[in-house]
């Protein structure tokens, strides 16, 4: 499956942005979707994920309340609606897909990955 990210952008802080991941070459709904993100100088970081279903979700602790993982299997598409956003959000954002594991946030049972959409927020 080939994945492709966007809605990245400069915003305030406090604003909104959604992020889109659309699918291609597989069926969508075979595959677990998440989010990570990687701001410069650190490590890759596990945001949210949602079932092949859209049925369960999981986020990283500290952005639950403000980050929504959503998808449209329909539509072969996965989005992530952040709201509220903080300076230290800032990072690439990207989506990946798996199909081997259960629901999760490790980084290595991701199999394919999209490249990332930068999310800049100003304060």
């Known amino acids: 499956v080939q994945l492709q990210a966007s809605g990245g952008g400069l915003v305030q802080a406090g604003d909104s942005l959604r992020l889109s991941c659309e699918a291609s070459?597989?069926?969508?709904?075979?595959?677990?979707m998440g989010w990570f993100r990687q701001a410069p100088g650190k490590e890759r970081e596990f945001v949210a994920a949602?079932?092949?279903?859209?049925?369960?979700?999981y986020y990283q602790d500290s952005l639950k309340g403000r980050f929504t993982i959503s998808r449209e299997n329909a539509k072969n598409t996965a989005y992530l609606q952040m709201n509220s956003l903080e300076p230290e959000d800032t990072a690439d954002y990207y989506c990946?897909?798996?199909?081997?594991?259960?629901?999760?946030?490790?980084?290595?049972?991701?199999?394919?990955w999209g490249r990332g959409t930068l999310v800049t927020v100003s304060s």
């Open positions: 949602i079932d092949r279903w859209g049925d369960r979700t």
């Open positions: 070459g597989r069926t969508f709904s075979r595959y677990h």
């Open positions: 990946a897909a798996d199909d081997l594991y259960e629901l999760g946030s490790n980084v290595r049972a991701y199999t394919y």
